[in-house]
């Protein structure tokens, strides 16, 4: 891997980094779900579904609590820091 830029950004808040990734794989597994349906896989399609519905979730409650900081000001002064030392 290159030493260039991390994987998850240093200069985001915790909330939009969780909501961006559960975004991303909540699209992943809907797509996993609506092709194992047109296949008939059952099992795959009801265990994409579930993973489909909780990254969802987490996607909304995050993007509201990253909303509520943005407006709050609690990201004026956000820097760069490692992912255990920002703030949510």
């Known amino acids: 891997m290159s030493e260039g830029r991390p994987f998850i950004p240093r200069d985001k808040p915790k909330f939009f980094v969780l909501g961006a990734l559960a975004g991303f794989i909540g699209l992943a597994s809907g ?12 099992l795959l399609k009801a265990l994409s579904t579930i993973v489909f519905i909780a990254c969802w979730a987490v996607f909304f409650v ?27």
Request: with cysteine; proline share 3%; aromatic share 26%.
């Open 31 to 42: 797509v996993v779900a609506f092709a194992s349906a047109s296949f008939g896989f059952s």
């Open 62 to 88: 995050s993007w509201f609590g990253c909303l509520f900081g943005y407006l709050s000001g609690r990201y004026a002064r956000l820097t760069a820091k490692p992912w255990r030392e920002q703030v949510w």
